[in-house]
């Protein structure tokens, strides 16, 4: 059985990941009428579970009927209890973002344990203040697509989401859930995190823009050990799905752990 309380959304073959998943007239102020309108939004109009770009390459493996199915029994447009809770504990979060030029970032924004709540089943809170030397930054605008990872490397835990940025002030935002799901430990490799610098402050160390892979930059992916990357698709309706993954595995000096497969429009954000 898979070890993901509430259930795991990981491929058929994922040896943690059983065969069938099993899951158990009042004046309001424009924020709060903005908010009940996205919520809205997403209870009559769901997102289906996989974009097309997902459906296309389950069916090349043979398993879109299985998919379908785990999709419905893992995949939910809420965030249940065991979620909620094990936001809230986390020292970091991995964000996956698109800015303006349609570029994907991935990145890791840190706060003391707490800077994540989720007051209601549809919200996550998150205040992380605005960092303009982020590049993912750009991408973390009012109505954004956004990905999360809520992921702990001590117990190796990993819950994942992706939904639409509410934002009201530079003080943070909220991500208004359209997709919430577990994913199983495989791959993390396990670590203990310590802060050393206040994580509320942007870091002082610069971007360093990568236009191409040269030696250097393939020698540092193919020596890690942990990967994340983020990704998107355009919905039919031109909603922007953003998402950010885990990649994980130990390298051996020759080739790299963690393992990433692109088809067709080979765009994406790493973050080692």
């Not at 994540?116 to 992380?128: D, G, K, V």
Request: glycine share 12%; with cysteine; aromatic share 4%.
């Amino acid at each position: 059985m898979c070890r993901v309380q509430g259930g795991c959304a990981c491929p058929p073959g994922c040896p943690a990941t059983p065969e069938v998943v099993k899951i158990g007239g009042v004046m309001r102020s424009a924020p709060i009428r903005k908010a009940l309108a996205m919520k809205t939004n997403e209870q009559e109009n769901p997102l289906p579970t996989w974009h097309a770009g997902e459906i296309a390459m389950q069916s090349s493996a043979g398993v879109a009927d299985r998919m379908a199915e785990v999709g419905k029994r893992a995949i939910r447009d809420h965030l249940i209890d065991q979620h909620r809770q094990f936001f809230p504990l986390l020292p970091f979060v991995v964000l996956g973002a698109v800015d303006p030029a349609g570029d994907a970032w991935a990145t890791l924004r840190g706060g003391r344990p707490g800077f994540m709540r989720a007051a209601s089943p549809h919200r996550l809170s998150i205040r992380i203040p605005r960092d303009p030397g982020d590049p993912a930054d750009a991408g973390m605008e009012d109505g954004d697509g956004l990905g999360l990872l809520g992921i702990d490397l001590f117990t190796r835990r990993r819950n994942r989401l992706n939904g639409r940025v509410s934002r009201n002030d530079d003080e943070g935002f909220d991500l208004v859930v359209e997709q919430s799901y577990g994913n199983c430990p495989k791959y993390i490799q396990m670590r203990e995190l310590s802060f050393i610098r206040d994580p509320a402050k942007p870091s002082a160390e610069p971007s360093i823009p990568q236009e191409a892979v040269d030696d250097r930059v393939r020698a540092l992916i193919q020596s890690a050990d942990t990967l994340f990357v983020a990704s998107y698709a355009a919905r039919q309706s031109g909603h922007r799905q953003v998402d950010v993954s885990h990649r994980g595995g130990v390298s051996n000096g020759e080739q790299s752990g963690p393992r990433i497969g692109m088809q067709k429009g080979p765009l994406c954000g790493l973050s080692r």
